[in-house]
Each structure stands twice: as structure tokens, then as C-alpha cells.
């Protein structure tokens, strides 16, 4: 699975276009990054700059717009109206897919150190990346901004992580850190009443409302020991909410941003606000993402309202999607469209053709075509895909039957585990194809030098390895289908059972297909000792699947009768 990280750079600069344009070209002039939004405002004099990338090619991409701040942004000539200590303010990393928060402080402390060594620029960790937890907060970090900074670098407390202990009079310091995704997100209410709306916020936030002797929002506030206001908090962890109206859509909304989507996701936050307005007579009738939003937050929210249905959850990631746009209301005041809203979907390239995304009959055409790509490898996964989607069919049935509501649970986790494996097997088809094209680009490499021969045996063993590799996972991929197979043949809707049959001979015809084009790249490789063991390995998995699959063909033949 990819992994995709977030960088949200913050640069004092938000009037001159033309710099603003050098600093994000050099940004995008790194390969494998995506600009998803450049936000410049002119009252703050600051760009809010958002891309996204592998955790190397983010952190590339940061240093390079970093150098270029530094070169284009005089500090001492900066006016504006938001806080600010450097012509590279702050610059977050955000994990999105697949990302541990171990590697996003990496890449902080990565970033950092380049910086500060490169660039001689003052730079401070914030956040999850902070090594000192007095510097975690941000706005600590930033008290006394640009102009208060010559003193405050002097003072022990303030030595920076990396770089120099002496202000730079040009470019400030920066502040690098590892956060959480934040979402703004807003919830339609059916009422223009600002008040009406600001109770539910009060309602949902963490921060609740003032706790008043008379328990009514203007009575007096009841008051702690140390003279403070008393609090009642509200519903929600992680989360900032207000109301209020918006004059475009003529309604009222609670406007909220969700700081840490784990531990409150946006559906439990939609189903707060619900609850909220209920019990104060108003109806929510829709919500909105302002900004861009992870796929595993509307991945989770699908699954979420296909609990509450009771209805099994093992539906495609399409399927999932749709059902949380339709559950939250998300095309209410405009369409929702997944593919600018959603990051991953957004940084799709579209130059890159996929064999996903023809239908069946192209799929076929192309096999058929004189190109010997997609070959053996792509159909074994494409069967092995099939195979597991019988498996989840079955399951999804079987949830659904009427009568069986007491084993909605088991099958439902069938169904998504039937899901998972389609989704690993069709990456493969793809992957598998690719491999081989890397294998043909490794032969087509220059031999005239002695260099070159060497260059280009090292990466022909290579890519050849690689080619091998995409099968065999083929191989282990599919052969999981086979618990999931036998419990459906065992437990499924017995009306299906000639679908597990069919699934159990898919998965098996790619695991053998698959086999045999570990076996033919093999043939290639001058590692004998790698050899041996891949043999050694397909052998094993090829002789588990003939015994699993007969087990499961002995018990889909009983029941066919």
C-alpha cells in the first residue's frame, strides 16, 4: 500500500503572486508530489501551501520551498495581520495512508536538520515532534514573534533544535512539527437562528459551556476555588465548534473543526450534532468538508452507518463511500465530488493508464493484443480477485437471509475480509504488468562500457527478482481466500454453494497460474541460492492449495448432491 504523507507549509507571503508561484514551483518540482491548494491571503500576508507525497519526496519538496522562502521573503520588511517568526512560518507533516506517526516525526526531524544545517535558519519542533514538551504548542513557540525573537534566541530555554542559536535578521526561524489531520467540517441545521445553533456547538465541543447558577446561558457563572469560571464540557473530544449563519445557503450551521479524526471521526461527530438538535426540537439536514478529507474517514463513516442498518459491512470502497455521502448529507448545499474532495482520489495521476479501470472487454482485447503485457501474472491475479469476491458474496448473501439476523456479525466480518483480498489481488494485476515493463527496461539499458554492462546486469537481476516477487505475493494473497471459501462452504447460504465451488477452482487457477510465473522469472536469475529458496517456497504453497481445495471441492460436492 502507498504510503502518503501531508505537508501543510505556511510561508509570510500572501500579497506578490510571482513569489508566491517560485516558491510552489519549486515544490511541484518534485517528483512523486502533488499540490492539492495554495490559499493566499492578503490582510494575514501569509500562503497557506498544502501538498502531499511519499514520506522522501515530501520532505524534498518542503527543503526546496523552505530554500526558496528563505531566498525570495524579507522578514524585516513584513507586515501582517497574522502571527508570524519566519518567511517559513510553521511546516506541519500530516500522516494520511499508511503513515506511523514514527516516520511523520522522521520526516520533521529530517526536514529540521537540513534546514538548520543548509540554510543556517533557526528551527524548532512542535507538536508530536516536539523533544521538549513546554515547545509543543505552537503558539508558546511563536510568543513574541519575529520581532521579539532576537532576545528570546539568546535565553537557554529558547536554543533551537537545529540550526543556529543566532536569529537570521532575513528569514526568521521556523517551526517544523508532526499533528494531527485536522477536518473542518460544518453541519447544516433547518433554522437561520445563530443562538439556536451555538447551543448545539456548545453542546458537542469539548469545551462545552459556563456553568451557570440559574443553568441558563445568561444566569450568573458559577465559579472555582481559584475565582475561574466552571465549565460543563461538552460531547466530543478533539473537538472546536460555533455556530453560525451562513448568508449563501440561508441556514445556520455548527461550524467545527475535528482535531483528532481517530479518536472522534467525523460520523461520530455528525451523529452528536443529530442527537443535540433532536433534543432541542431542530433537524440537521446535511453537512459539508470544507478543505480535503482522507478516503479512511469516509471509508469508516460507511461502515459505521452500515452498522446501525444492520446490514453487513463487507461493500466495496465505492459502495462505502456513497454510503456516507448519502448518511451525512454531504451534497446537500453542493455536490460532493469524491474525486476533488477526496486526497487520495485527488492525486490519482491520470496519465497513468490502469488495467482497473477498463471494462472486461477492453481487459480481454489487451490480453489477446500482440503486447506481451498484461500476461499470465495479471490473469492469475485477476482469477485470484475473483475468487475471494465469490467468497464475500457468499458471506454478504448469507448476512442478508432472513432468519439468520444472529449471524449477521460473523458473516459481515467474512464479507470485509472477502473485500480486503479482492482489493490486495487487483493492486497485483497492475503491479504484475509494471514488473514486467521494468524487467524490459532493464534489458534495454546501454552495454557498450564495462560500467555499463555491470549497471545493466545489476538491475536485469533486479527487476527480474521483483517480477518474481509480484506472483509469489500473488500466490500467499490468494491462498488466505481459502479459510474464508471453506467456512462458507461449511456455514454459508446453501443456496450458493456452487459460488464458493466456482471461487475455490478461481482460487486455485491463480495460485497454479501464479506458481508458474514465479517459476518462468526464476529461470533468470543467477542468485542460486535465492532461487532455491523461492522454489522451495512455491512448492509449499502449491502443494497446501491442491490439499485445501480439495477439501473444500469434497464438501461443495455433497451439497450439490
Known amino acids: 500500500m502507498r504510503k502518503l504523507i501531508e505537508c501543510v507549509p505556511n510561508f509570510s507571503e500572501g500579497r506578490d503572486l510571482e513569489v508566491i508561484r517560485q516558491i510552489t514551483d519549486a515544490i511541484e518540482s518534485v517528483d512523486g508530489v502533488s499540490l492539492l491548494d495554495v490559499d493566499p491571503g492578503a490582510s494575514t500576508n501569509?500562503?497557506?501551501?498544502?501538498?502531499?507525497?511519499s514520506p522522501d519526496a515530501a520532505v524534498e519538496a518542503a527543503f526546496r520551498g523552505i530554500k526558496k522562502a528563505a531566498e525570495l521573503i524579507d522578514m524585516r520588511k513584513h507586515k501582517g495581520a497574522h502571527p508570524r517568526m519566519g518567511a517559513t512560518d510553521v511546516c506541519p507533516f500530516i500522516p494520511v495512508s499508511n503513515i506511523s506517526w514514527e516516520e511523520a516525526i522522521a520526516c520533521a526531524n529530517k526536514l529540521g536538520k537540513r534546514v538548520g544545517e543548509e540554510l543556517s535558519i533557526p528551527v524548532y519542533l512542535y507538536e508530536r515532534a516536539a523533544k521538549n514538551a513546554s515547545r509543543s504548542n505552537l503558539s508558546v513557540v511563536r510568543a513574541g514573534e519575529y520581532e521579539g525573537f532576537f532576545e528570546k534566541i539568546k535565553g537557554p530555554a529558547w536554543k533551537p533544535e537545529f540550526g543556529p542559536s543566532i536569529f537570521n535578521e532575513k528569514s526568521g526561524a521556523t517551526v517544523i512539527g508532526a499533528r494531527d489531520f485536522l477536518i473542518a467540517?460544518?453541519?447544516?441545521?433547518?433554522?437561520?437562528a445563530v443562538r439556536r445553533a451555538n447551543s448545539v456547538a456548545f453542546d458537542v465541543r469539548e469545551n462545552g459551556r459556563v456553568k451557570t447558577e440559574d443553568g441558563t446561558p445568561f444566569g450568573k457563572p458559577v465559579l472555582d476555588a481559584s475565582g475561574e469560571s466552571v465549565r460543563i464540557p461538552g460531547m466530543l473530544k478533539h473537538v472546536k465548534a460555533i455556530g453560525w449563519y451562513v448568508e449563501e445557503y440561508g441556514i445556520a450551521q455548527i461550524s467545527m473543526n475535528l482535531t483528532n479524526i481517530e479518536e472522534t471521526p467525523l460520523h461520530v461527530a455528525f451523529d452528536a450534532c443529530v442527537e443535540s438538535a433532536n433534543k432541542r426540537g431542530l433537524r440537521v439536514t446535511g453537512s459539508e468538508i470544507v478543505g480535503?478529507?482522507?478516503?479512511?474517514?469516509?471509508?469508516?463513516?460507511?461502515r459505521y452507518f452500515l452498522r446501525k442498518q444492520q446490514w453487513s459491512e463487507g461493500a466495496s470502497e465505492e459502495e462505502l463511500i456513497d454510503i456516507a455521502i448519502r448518511s451525512l448529507g454531504l451534497s446537500e448545499l453542493k455536490p460532493f465530488?469524491?474525486?476533488?474532495?477526496?486526497i487520495e482520489f485527488k492525486i490519482e495521476s491520470d496519465s497513468k493508464r490502469s488495467l482497473l479501470k477498463v471494462n472486461l472487454r477492453e481487459f480481454c482485447n489487451e490480453t489477446l493484443s500482440d503486447s506481451p503485457a498484461p500476461g499470465g501474472g495479471s490473469v492469475a491475479a485477476l482469477m485470484g480477485a475473483l475468487g475471494a469476491s465469490l467468497g464475500g458474496m457468499v458471506a454478504n448473501l448469507s448476512a442478508g437471509k432472513r432468519g439468520w439476523d444472529d449471524r449477521l456479525e460473523y458473516f459481515s466480518d467474512r464479507a470485509v475480509k472477502g473485500q480486503q483480498?479482492?482489493?490486495?489481488?487487483?493492486?497485483?494485476?497492475?503491479?504484475?504488468?509494471?514488473?514486467?515493463?521494468?524487467?524490459?527496461?532493464?534489458f534495454a539499458l546501454p552495454k557498450e562500457s564495462a560500467e555499463e554492462k555491470a549497471a545493466r546486469s545489476a538491475a536485469i537481476e533486479q527487476a527480474t527478482?521483483?517480477?518474481?516477487?509480484i506472483p509469489f505475493k500473488a500466490m500467499e494473497t490468494a491462498f488466505k481466500s481459502y479459510q474464508l471459501l471453506s467456512e462458507m462452504a461449511d456455514k454459508g447460504n446453501p443456496a450458493s454453494i456452487s459460488d464458493v465451488g466456482v471461487g475455490a477452482l478461481a482460487t486455485r487457477a491463480c495460485i497454479e497460474g501464479a506458481a508458474m510465473n514465479v517459476r518462468i522469472n526464476l529461470a533468470g536469475l543467477k542468485d542460486e541460492k535465492l532461487k532455491s529458496a523461492f522454489v522451495e517456497k512455491v512448492?509449499?504453497?502449491?502443494?497446501?492449495?491442491?490439499?485445501?481445495?480439495k477439501e473444500i471441492n469434497c464438501v461443495v460436492e455433497k451439497k450439490l448432491g
Open 46 to 53: 501569509r500562503t497557506v501551501v498544502t501538498f502531499v507525497g
Open 185 to 192: 467540517y460544518n453541519v447544516n441545521l433547518n433554522t437561520k
Open 292 to 302: 480535503m478529507v482522507p478516503k479512511k474517514c469516509l471509508l469508516d463513516a460507511g
Open 337 to 342: 465530488d469524491p474525486k476533488e474532495k477526496v
Open 421 to 442: 483480498l479482492k482489493d490486495e489481488l487487483l493492486s497485483l494485476v497492475d503491479e504484475d504488468t509494471a514488473a514486467f515493463n521494468k524487467v524490459m527496461d532493464a
Open 465 to 469: 527478482k521483483h517480477a518474481a516477487e
Open 539 to 549: 512448492r509449499k504453497i502449491s502443494a497446501d492449495s491442491e490439499a485445501r481445495f
